[in-house]
């Protein structure tokens, strides 16, 4: 791969006296501008540098994928990244168990479950955002593919009844209170990714300790 030189002075690689030069916010590390990839847990980009969408702000890879284990915020500007994770569930009512895809979105006061659907159309659709929820940008961690897009809301599960999460073989597991009866129900979805996974079990543990701190 080739690496280009500074536009300026044409000697150079992103030198310190030059325009072109910039460096990662987190390892203060030179950064190139030929290479930008927005899909941020995407393995085979490992090596390339990031820029989010929304504040145009750029990172190493590793950096940033190592700073969202924490963070859920743009380390520069501090700007929120929304919590919306392509996920899948299993369907256990049945008697075959069937994966349905999903994307799960944190949100202050409650975990929402939105469908993915496939488009059958050839016209160009906006598949980072539902145009009635507008829940869904590319600063989020969902990585779809070209022919699938978001639609309507079809679980959700209000952190005040959650009493219990963990990890359990590559899925998150919420125990949950529901009815009259007040009885204990489980629901489980899971990711392949365990980075994020990571993600999404630490950001709604947060949002929950938060949740039932002020409440």
């Known amino acids: 791969m080739d690496i280009k030189k500074c536009p300026r ?4 690689i992103n030198c310190r006296k030059c325009n072109s030069y910039q460096e990662c916010p987190i390892c203060l590390e030179p950064i190139s501008n030929y290479v930008i990839n927005k899909n941020i847990l995407d393995k085979k980009n490992k090596n390339y540098i990031i820029q989010l969408s929304k504040c145009k ?11 969202f284990e924490k963070e859920s915020t743009c380390p520069l500007c501090r700007l929120k990244i929304i919590d919306a994770y392509n996920v899948k569930i299993q369907n256990t009512k049945k008697i075959f168990l069937r994966n349905k895809k999903c994307v799960v979105h944190l949100l202050e006061y409650k975990i ?19 145009p009635e929820q507008k829940i869904i940008n590319s600063n989020s961690f969902i990585n779809l593919k070209e022919n699938q897009y978001i639609t309507q ?14 990890i359990y073989q590559n899925s998150i597991v919420i125990r949950y209170i529901k009815g009259p009866d007040l009885k204990n129900y489980y629901y489980s979805f899971y990711n392949n990714n365990p980075i994020e996974l990571k993600i999404i079990f630490n950001n709604l543990k947060k949002r929950i300790e938060y949740y039932k701190m002020i409440n």
């Open 9 to 12: 002075c044409r000697k150079c």
């Open 57 to 67: 702000h750029k990172f190493h890879y590793k950096c940033i994928t190592t700073w």
């Open 112 to 130: 929402s479950f939105y469908d993915i659907k496939k488009n059958k159309n050839n016209y160009e659709y906006n598949l980072l955002e539902h």
């Open 153 to 166: 809301e079809f679980y959700y599960i209000l952190y005040q009844f959650i009493n219990l999460i963990k």
